[in-house]
């Protein structure tokens, strides 16, 4: 059971152009959400992250935007840059106190931003 | 400093070996995880560790050992492991000050 999940695996988007990732979640109990960057073989990087309580956060070109009531999420980065081309996985957290979080992983979405 | 580190890079073992796996964070970070991830799929929580005691445990089999030393350390032993546990092992640590999980590289384990 996919409890967080990013139905697009892949984007290409030109340089300059707005990048959008979504990811959809099933579990009302998630409170807090991030977006990490990943190359391969190496550790997810943090990008940007937003509380359940906030529909917007916003960090440089790194926009999130949360619709609770859709349970959806979505990163824009804009504008997308090559250096930004790497695999984006969306995580959500469940509800509970610190040491007992879990942090659920999407399936990830490969971005490649084109020259 | 929001850095974690990790060691081996990568390993290779068979399947009689016994290895471990170190991380380590300096960010006074409390709760520390144990993830593996295989190819194309996203990071699975194996452990948790809240202020060096082990509080979540997603039914990972016996061949993986946590020990977290102190409040800087997260171990994971490994014995008799099947090739089919080859994947990436990431850690991660947290602070309940940001609720933001921070990864380390990953230790990229091979058994044959």
């Known amino acids: 059971d996919q409890q967080v999940k990013q139905n697009s695996p892949s984007l290409s988007v030109q340089e300059g152009r707005i990048s959008i990732l979504n990811c959809d979640y099933t579990?009302?109990?998630?409170?807090?959400f991030l977006w990490y960057k990943k190359y391969p073989a190496e550790g997810p990087t943090f990008l940007i992250s937003?509380?359940?309580?906030?529909d917007k956060n916003e960090d440089g070109r790194f926009t999130v935007f949360l619709n609770k009531s859709a349970k959806h999420l979505s990163l824009h980065i804009v504008p997308s840059q090559p250096g930004d081309s790497a695999v984006y996985f969306c995580?959500?957290?469940?509800?509970?106190?610190?040491?007992?979080?879990?942090?659920?992983f999407g399936t990830g979405t490969r971005l490649k931003v084109l020259a | 400093d929001t850095e974690v580190t990790q060691t081996p890079k990568h390993l290779v073992m068979g399947m009689t070996n016994k290895k471990s796996l170190k991380c380590e964070q300096h960010?006074?970070?409390?709760?520390m995880y144990w993830y593996k991830q295989k190819a194309k799929k996203p990071p699975e929580l194996m452990f948790v560790y809240s202020y060096e005691k082990l509080s979540i445990n997603e039914s990972v089999p016996s061949r993986f050992s946590p020990e977290c030393p102190n409040s800087s350390l997260l171990n994971l032993h490994l014995h008799a492991l099947q090739p089919e546990d080859s994947a990436l092992y990431l850690c991660?640590?947290?602070?309940?000050?940001?609720?933001?999980?921070?990864f380390g590289p990953g230790t990229r384990l091979t058994v044959l």
């Open positions: 960010m006074g970070h409390r709760a």
């Open positions: 579990n009302s109990m998630f409170d807090y």
């Open positions: 937003i509380s359940s309580i906030k």
């Open positions: 991660a640590s947290s602070s309940p000050l940001t609720d933001t999980q921070y």
């Open positions: 995580a959500a957290r469940n509800g509970g106190t610190s040491g007992t979080y879990k942090y659920i």
